[in-house]
């Protein structure tokens, strides 16, 4: 069974940087596709950003210059690296997966992992 776990998360002071991690769990051939959403409280769910070998990488427009996304495919983990982060950053941060195995493709959400902004 393909579990992802992301950590990382915690209070983060103002301009200050943070790294998430999401680790996948499980046996795979590979992963083909690796996104970051949030969700704000009382806000719907939004993209960050995204990688796959193929497409490369995707970040919004209020992350792109910011965040970098990245991967280590020996320890099958995705990087949300956050710099100069702020209070609008504030977010449960999700990673959403799309992994290949003896049974197919699939898809997968992490369970989350919180973000704090604040000075």
């Known amino acids: 069974q393909v579990q992802l776990v992301e950590s990382g998360g915690g209070w983060v002071r103002t301009g200050g940087s943070r790294r998430l991690s999401c680790a996948v769990s499980?046996?795979?051939?590979?992963?083909?596709?690796m996104a970051w959403v949030r969700q704000a409280p009382g806000k719907q769910r939004e993209f960050v950003a995204s990688?796959?070998?193929?497409?490369?990488?995707n970040y919004s427009d209020c992350v792109k210059g910011r965040f970098t996304i990245s991967r280590d495919n020996a320890k099958n983990t995705v990087y949300l690296q956050m710099n100069s982060l702020g209070p609008e950053d504030t977010a449960v941060y999700y990673c959403n997966g799309v992994t290949a195995g003896a049974m197919g493709r699939k898809t997968t959400w992490g369970g989350g992992t919180q973000v704090t902004v604040s000075s």
């Open positions: 990688e796959s070998s193929g497409a490369g990488t």
């Open positions: 499980g046996t795979i051939f590979s992963i083909d596709f």
